[in-house]
């Protein structure tokens, strides 16, 4: 499974992104996909994750202001972001669990006060 984020950039406080994820590979199942983050000097958290014809989880940070999205038949996930918050900046990374966890490449979102 490979996993192609789009998306990311700088913005101001206040503002809106949009990511965008996108899984292909051979024949695969995919349970829970997601999307979780990175600051500098901090340790990956999860921001939002869609289990498999399941409800939508968020952390608390997040919640009211970012929505998470999962296209099941296209293996897509986005994240739209709103409300955007300095503390949001980090790398973002798309996750998708399948066989094994898997991971994108990680996009980069900053947030200027």
């Known amino acids: 499974v490979t996993l192609v984020e789009s998306g990311g950039g700088l913005v101001q406080s206040g503002g809106s992104l949009k990511l965008s994820c996108e899984a292909s590979?051979?024949?695969?199942?995919?349970?829970?996909m997601g999307w979780y983050r990175q600051a500098p000097g901090k340790q990956r958290e999860l921001v939002a994750l869609?289990?498999?014809?399941?409800?939508?989880n968020y952390a608390d940070s997040v919640k009211g202001r970012f929505i998470i999205s999962r296209n099941t038949d296209k293996h897509t996930v986005s994240l739209q972001m709103d409300s955007l918050k300095p503390k949001d900046t980090a790398v973002y990374y798309c996750?998708?669990?399948?066989?094994?966890?898997?991971w994108g490449q990680g996009t980069q979102v900053t947030v200027t006060s």
């Open positions: 869609v289990p498999h014809n399941g409800i939508a």
């Open positions: 590979g051979s024949w695969f199942t995919i349970y829970d």
């Open positions: 996750y998708a669990q399948s066989s094994r966890d898997y």
